[in-house]
């Protein structure tokens, strides 16, 4: 893992006897978010090699000795980030309802969910693309936790294909192949949005998610768009 500075042990705030902060001060939870919302602008902007703890800590108002006070280093810091979006309670939450609608053989319940996932984690948290980005380019150990995630879903993708293969509600085909398919459009979709931003006419989520799904269904069905709708 890349070292950028000296580990310094973590120091708490100043707090009273009762445990709350001093008037005009954050709380321990207060001030560790605030440092993370700050390098999570910092990163997204200049990847994790060009960031650094002074702009990260002139982006919170606060000075670089105080990021050391609640994070040893830099990678800590990053950690904490990729660690919370990657952790993040709705990401389970969606997985399950994936795997309920597998369980019911409910193509299009599926494919809605995943469309919808992917489009409103972005819209909910447009740095997050960036993070994922830079840690990939830069193949930083802590790309794994990208990985992880991004595995998981196409694990599941790939068990939700072949079943519905063998069930003869899918046509023969790779399932690994099939399973990039159904992810493509989503994920270019916020690709272009969050990322690239090219000039093409705009094109509403709710749009992208209605066609897109009748598209995706059309072809893992081998049908076309007429009769997929």
């Known amino acids: 893992m890349h070292r950028t500075a000296e580990a310094r042990p973590p120091q708490q705030e100043a707090i009273d006897l009762q445990g709350a902060p001093p008037p005009g001060r954050l709380s321990l939870a207060q001030r560790r978010r605030q440092l993370i919302d ?11 090699r060009g960031a650094t703890t002074r702009q990260i800590a002139a982006t919170a108002g606060v ?3 105080l990021i050391f006070q609640h994070f040893p280093d830099k990678d800590s810091l990053y950690a904490a980030i990729l660690d919370e979006g990657t952790a993040e309670p709705r990401h389970d939450a969606w997985l399950a309802e994936l795997e309920a609608g597998r369980a019911d053989a409910d193509d299009e ?3 809605r969910m995943l469309y919808e996932g992917v489009i409103a984690l972005h819209e909910r948290d447009p740095d997050l693309l960036r993070l994922m ?9 802590l790309a794994r936790h990208v990985h992880d995630r991004a595995t998981r879903l196409y694990r ?22 099939l399973a990039r398919a ?7 979709y916020i690709l272009q949005q969050h990322l690239f931003k090219t000039p093409w006419p705009p094109v509403d989520a709710a749009v992208m998610i209605e066609s897109g799904v009748r598209f995706t269904l059309a ?5 076309s768009m007429e009769a997929s709708s």
């Open 219 to 223: 072809g893992l069905r081998g049908e």
């Open 63 to 65: 000075t670089e000795a």
């Open 109 to 111: 319940t599926v494919i």
């Open 38 to 48: 700050a390098a999570r602008r910092v990163f997204a902007e200049r990847g994790f």
């Open 156 to 177: 599941f993708l790939e068990k939700f294909i072949t079943e519905g293969q063998r069930a003869g509600r899918f046509k023969a085909g790779s399932p690994a192949f």
């Open 133 to 141: 980005v830079f840690s990939a380019l830069e193949e930083h150990p």
């Open 182 to 188: 159904a992810l493509a459009l989503p994920v270019y």
